[in-house]
Each structure stands twice: as C-alpha cells, then as structure tokens.
C-alpha cells in the first residue's frame, strides 16, 4: 500500500505558476504508475496528466498540453505537476493518483485505474 500527500497549491493570478509535489510512502514508489486529476466545484473529477512507472511517457489533458509538466523523482518518492501559464479556468481541488502495475511503460488517465489517492490540494487562479 502508499500513502499520497499532496501540497504547493494556493491562489494565484491568471499567468502564474504553481508546482505541486506529491509525496509517496509505503511500498516502492517506482512500482507506481501516476497521475493527477481535478474537481472544479459542480464538476466531475477530470484527468490532467499521467506520467508511466519509467518516467519516460506523459500524457496530458488537451487543455493543459504545453503549459503543465509531470514529472517523478524516485529517489525522493515525488512526484511533480508544474503548472505555468495558469488559467481561472484551472481552479480546481488537484489529487494525485498511484497505479500499481507491471508494466514501466503505460499510463492511465481513467481515475478508476488506479489504486490510492492523496487528499488534495486546492489551486485557485484569480482573473
């Protein structure tokens, strides 16, 4: 089992950037596939991006392609969304997911394919 914790929201104006980190404890972080998700309030809960156990295969919502990077350090059981460019439109409660799987190099961008997710934390971008 891991246990996900996320944290770097905040508020933040139209333009700015964010990072947010997800730190996993537990079993090895590099056994994990991972991604992070969003909930606008009155929406469902929307992929943002996904990263494969290697680290060498992203894959991002449309609307966030060349403004968002996720990316993994195994050795501090991290993983990172860097949000630059940031939109009101992308406020929203972020969670990361953890993926158990065999495979190093797939992703998953269905929230009910993985395995644990962090509490989240809010992001707010003011116009």
């Known amino acids: 089992q891991v246990q996900l914790v996320e944290s770097g929201g905040g508020l933040v104006q139209a333009g700015g950037s964010l990072r947010l980190s997800c730190a996993a404890s537990?079993?090895?972080?590099?056994?994990?596939?991972m991604g992070w998700f969003r909930q606008a309030p009155g929406k469902e809960r929307e992929f943002v991006a996904a990263?494969?156990?290697?680290?060498?295969?992203?894959y991002y919502r449309g609307s966030v392609e060349g403004r968002f990077t996720i990316s993994g350090d195994n050795a501090k059981n991290t993983v990172y969304l860097q949000m630059n460019s940031l939109k009101p439109e992308d406020t929203a409660v972020y969670y990361c997911?953890?993926?158990?799987?065999?495979?190093?190099?797939?992703?998953?961008?269905?929230?009910?394919?993985?395995?644990?997710w962090g509490q989240g934390t809010q992001v707010t971008v003011s116009s």
């Open positions: 997911a953890a993926k158990d799987t065999p495979y190093r190099g797939r992703y998953y961008s269905n929230s009910y394919e993985y395995d644990y």
């Open positions: 537990g079993r090895t972080f590099s056994t994990y596939a």
């Open positions: 990263i494969s156990r290697s680290g060498g295969i992203t």
